[in-house]
């Protein structure tokens, strides 16, 4: 991709109203743009992160036999009233249509799921079944201040799973955990595991996977031995107190973003649906459900919160927009111009997925730098009349400072 001719430029200030480093990194670099608060456009970079993000987490959801699909994001309000979401969910988006018909947007889709997958469910013989989607969702949310890491629309992956009973539920949940912590380990995340209470429906306890971060809106208690953590929201410890799992470590606080979540949604939909299936015993059973989220347009802004400095974002290689950012400097000798472009052009080429090549004109040496620096794509790569008389190009990672001179970028 050539520099000159994307249509998003960096900018040195961010928008006043941004006060999240994420937001601002990303607006100030070109890979998103706001509509209004917690709503953002994604620009041609942008887009190539959260697709990476989005690449990752659907290979592990295949892996463990999640069935992909896409469910719409406009449901009639008939589904709402029958699990009694349309009245008691404060976050639920309501449209009136201009024959004064009713429908919400999709805040979780349970609503929909059910219907769809129990209609096709005759026998316990047919369960397990997981089916997923990585879509858009809307919350009316309160508080949108946090960039991407709180939306009024964003995006994530929600799976469902339906099975005969509780233990085999609670074998998947162990699944959908390890793959969980297998999305977020690659990309470069510590995610802890805490409990918290169920949310509107049920009285059982949900698993949330917290990144620590300072940007984060939840408040955990974590234990600096074991792998214990909990939302202080509902803990019965407070920080300081000795480890209640392994009685050795001590609990410490810490502000983290949930990235994603789990829900044991007990029987509550296919009783609200009536759609059961025939079990064992030929007796008719409702199916024990499990929800399963994780907030790909969130853990954008979370990778951007962890790592960054003064000058821009650093990103992990596995969901940079590009490896490679090429900067080809002009000598003032014309004579050896003709080389480096011949050779930035052809990484360029030879790197055509993986590269952005600023070939800007009338851009100086240290705003093009400064730009490298500020999109935080991995490898910046300079040719110049001194690194091809030294032999090559002149490798440096965004995270280091030492350069190294190379012959090729392999
Ligand atoms: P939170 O407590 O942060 O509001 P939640 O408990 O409402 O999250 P879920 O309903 O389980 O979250 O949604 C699944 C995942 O989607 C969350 O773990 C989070 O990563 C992401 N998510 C939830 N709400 C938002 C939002 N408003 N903006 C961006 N991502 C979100
Ligand atoms: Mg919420």
């Not at 300081?240 to 789990?262: I, M, P, Y």
């Not at 059961?276 to 979370?302: A, H, T, W």
């Not at 360029?348 to 093009?368: F, P, Q, T």
Request: charged share 30%; net charge negative.
């Amino acid at each position: 991709m050539r520099l000159s001719q994307l249509f998003a430029r960096t900018t040195r200030e961010a928008p006043k109203d941004e006060v999240a480093i994420n937001a601002r990194l990303l607006t100030r670099a070109g890979y998103v743009e706001k509509l209004m608060a917690g709503v953002y456009s994604y620009l041609p970079l942008g887009l190539r992160v959260l697709r990476k993000i989005e690449t990752i987490v659907r290979q592990e959801m295949n892996t463990i036999g999640g069935e992909e699909i896409l469910m719409p994001l406009l449901h009639p309000k008939s589904i709402w009233q029958t699990t009694g979401g349309w009245d008691s969910i404060d976050i639920l988006f309501k449209l009136r249509s201009r024959t004064e018909k009713e429908y919400a947007l999709g805040q979780s889709e349970e609503e929909v799921v059910t219907p769809l997958i129990m209609r096709r469910v005759n026998t316990y013989q047919d369960l397990p079944i997981a089916v997923y989607q990585i879509h858009w969702k809307f919350r009316d949310e309160l508080r949108s201040k946090s960039g991407l890491l709180r939306g009024i629309e964003f995006f994530m992956k929600d799976m469902y799973s339906f099975h005969e009973d509780q233990k085999d539920f609670e074998r998947f949940y162990q699944v959908v955990k390890e793959a969980y912590l297998k999305v977020f380990s690659q990309l470069g995340l510590v995610a802890k595991v805490t409990e918290a209470s169920g949310g509107s429906f049920s009285e059982k306890i949900s698993y949330e996977f917290m990144v620590l971060t300072d940007a984060g809106e939840d408040e955990i208690l974590y234990c600096d031995e074991c792998e214990f953590c909990v939302n202080l929201e509902i803990a019965k410890v407070k920080a300081g107190d000795t480890c209640t799992k392994c009685s050795q470590g001590k609990l410490n606080k810490a502000r983290a973003s949930e990235v994603g979540n789990v829900f044991d949604l007990g029987q509550k939909y296919g009783q609200d649906f009536n759609l059961g299936f025939s079990g064992r015993d030929n007796e008719k059973q409702y199916p024990v459900m499990g929800c399963y989220g994780i907030g790909i347009s969130r853990l954008m802004g979370v990778i951007v919160e962890k790592s960054h400095d003064e000058k821009g974002i650093i990103w992990p290689e596995i969901v940079a927009p590009f490896q490679y950012h090429i900067i080809p400097l002009l000598s003032k000798d014309e004579s050896k111009n003709k080389e480096i472009i011949e050779m930035a052009e052809t990484l360029a080429r030879e790197h055509e997925d993986d590269a952005l090549i600023d070939d800007r004109d009338g851009v100086s040496a240290g705003e093009k730098f400064a730009d490298a620096d500020l999109i935080g794509i991995p490898y910046r790569v300079v040719i110049s009349e001194k690194t091809l008389k030294g032999g090559g190009v002149e490798i440096k990672k965004r995270n280091e400072t030492e350069v190294h001179i190379k012959s090729s970028l392999n």
